[in-house]
């Protein structure tokens, strides 16, 4: 099964009944699967070309020479000291700054919500660096010294804004689709706790991964509401098949760096009281090294934006999706303690 790309465009520009018939398919898709491609979503070719420019370590196609000042820096590159002056502590915080390889468990983060064993140590062989809403006064950003990267933060913060218009777009579509009050979804993240997310996965041997305790990332959940993301050509992202729970994923094609993933996160699953289920995803073997036992996984990145509830907005199921027959099947809580609460768990 492959994902059709949707065009958000039709909803954001769109006639009356284009803005039906485009939120209408989002909405199926996403519950269908739990996951949606989009195209024309309001941010360029060039702007996401941007962002990878500032992730990848090298230049694909050896144009690598040719690069001087400032384009020749590039987050990831930053001195190992630069890095460290900017680490995430691990916690129940929201993460900020920069996580080392393997800081995060993935595998924690889903596991224990499902009865894994702590003995089961599995880590992640990534690394990344997030930010949250500019000027946070309860989570700062930390952020490289602007000499060491220019550009960076003022580019970063501009494309924050950017991702949190369209997922905006996104959960007023939902609304739409879904015939519930305007803002039930959207009104609940205009404070915005979001956080923007750079991962790079570094070449791996396959005979790493295949011995079971390492993998990209593990399967999980988001989560915030809706996740959107960008992958480059490398390809390793899988979603859960539906039809086979818990035992099979399926590849989303890395088509096109400029195509937006979007999959549901944990949050809009508790709002909409499993209406529309988050969507378990793990990034793995590329499709062309399935088979292999021997050889290397190249270099990965990707890009993603986690738009996730107000910090004081519930995450307990909205009285829309209430009923005699479909009783609340979580309990209300802020999104903060919710979060602090799962992250715990990723440590
Ligand atoms: O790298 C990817 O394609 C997925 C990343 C991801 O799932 C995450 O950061 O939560
Ligand atoms: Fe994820």
Redesign the pocket.
């Known amino acids: 099964m492959s994902l059709v790309p949707r065009d958000l465009s039709l909803f954001t520009r769109g006639s009356a009944a284009e803005r039906k018939e485009v939120a209408d398919a989002l909405c199926r898709d996403l519950s269908r699967s739990g996951f949606v491609k989009l195209v024309n979503h309001g941010l360029t070719d060039k702007m996401v070309g941007e962002l990878f420019d500032w992730v990848r370590m090298t230049i694909p196609g050896g144009r690598e020479q040719s690069l001087t000042g400032t384009q020749n820096k590039r987050f990831f590159r930053t001195p190992l000291e630069v890095k460290q002056r900017m680490a995430h502590e691990p916690g129940p915080s929201p993460q900020r700054g920069w996580s080392r390889l393997g800081a995060e468990s993935?595998s924690k983060l889903y596991g224990k919500q499902f009865g894994q064993k702590d003995e089961q140590e599995r880590s992640d062989a990534?690394e990344?660096f997030d930010m949250g809403p500019v000027n946070d006064p309860n989570f700062p950003n930390k952020w490289p010294e602007e000499e060491a990267l220019p550009g960076y933060r003022a580019f970063m913060e501009s494309s924050f804004t950017e991702f949190q218009k369209i997922s905006t777009a996104i959960l007023k579509a939902l609304e739409v689709a879904l015939e519930i009050p305007e803002g039930s979804f959207a009104g609940k993240v205009s404070n915005s706790a979001s956080e923007l997310?750079f991962?790079r996965?570094p070449a791996i041997n396959i005979e790493e991964v295949r011995k079971g305790s390492v993998s990209?990332?593990w399967p999980?959940f988001?989560l915030g509401v809706i996740?959107l993301?960008f992958?480059d050509q490398i390809g390793?992202?899988e979603m859960e098949d539906r039809s086979k729970p818990g035992s099979a994923f399926i590849p989303i094609e890395a088509t096109g760096q400029s195509e937006m993933?979007v999959n549901i996160s944990e949050t809009l699953q508790r709002w909409t009281n499993n209406c529309i289920r988050a969507g378990l995803?793990?990034?793995t073997l590329p499709p062309p090294l399935k088979g292999f036992s021997q050889g290397v996984i190249p270099e990965?990145y990707?890009v993603?934006f986690?738009c996730k509830a107000d910090r004081e907005a519930s995450v307990g199921p909205l009285t829309s999706f209430i009923s005699a027959k479909t009783p609340a099947a979580y309990d209300d809580m802020t999104a903060i303690e919710y979060q602090q609460q799962r992250l715990l768990a990723a440590y």
């Open positions: 993935s990534r990344h997310r991962n996965y990209r990332i999980h988001d996740t993301l992958q390793g992202l993933i995803h793990q990034v990965r990707s993603a986690f």
